[in-house]
Every structure is written in C-alpha cells, then in structure tokens.
C-alpha cells in the first residue's frame, strides 16, 4: 500500500488518499495492476520493461467528488469522462 499526498495544490498539499498495487512478472518485464477503491476511482494495468523504454498502461480514473476542484479541472486534460464519469488513460 501506498499512501498519496504528493501533489503540491493550490491551496496546499491535497491528500490523494491511499492505493494498493500487485506486481507480477510479464517475461522479463514487471506487471502493475491498480484496483479501486481509491480516491481516484483508479484502475490501471502497467506492464514496465526493466530499461523503463518500454511502458504500457491501460485504465480508467474518476476523481472523488471530495477531491478539490482543482483536481477535476486537471483531470479533464487526459480527456472527456464516459457516461460514467469515468476517464480513459492509455499509453
């Protein structure tokens, strides 16, 4: 587990709460997996080469209504929320 207060806002730190993450191999590579419940409403898939030249990651987030506004303004830059309010991220 992870705790997330690492971004610095506008009106100070904004506490992002706390994530579980599972790793796995993939081959050589390291898989990440990121499940909900979290603030972020975050679910990712990661798969990282040991050279970290090669980075796949799939998912959704949707930021908890308790988050600042500042943080859903932000969100919007990875892109448009489905019906679900839910944001893709793929890399």
């Given amino acids: 587990m992870v705790k997330c207060n690492c971004c610095l806002g506008t009106q100070g730190p904004i506490d992002f709460g706390t994530y579980s993450a599972s790793l796995r191999c993939e081959g050589e590579d390291i898989g990440i997996t ?17 050279s970290m ?32 309010g839910y944001i893709a991220i793929r890399l």
Wanted: net charge negative.
């Fill in 34 to 50: 990121v499940s909900e419940p979290n603030l972020l409403s975050l679910s990712i898939d990661a798969v990282v080469a040991p």
């Fill in 53 to 84: 030249k090669n980075v796949k990651v799939s998912g959704k987030f949707k930021p908890d209504e308790s988050l600042p506004e500042e943080v859903h303004q932000a969100s919007r830059l990875f892109g448009a929320p489905d019906n679900q």
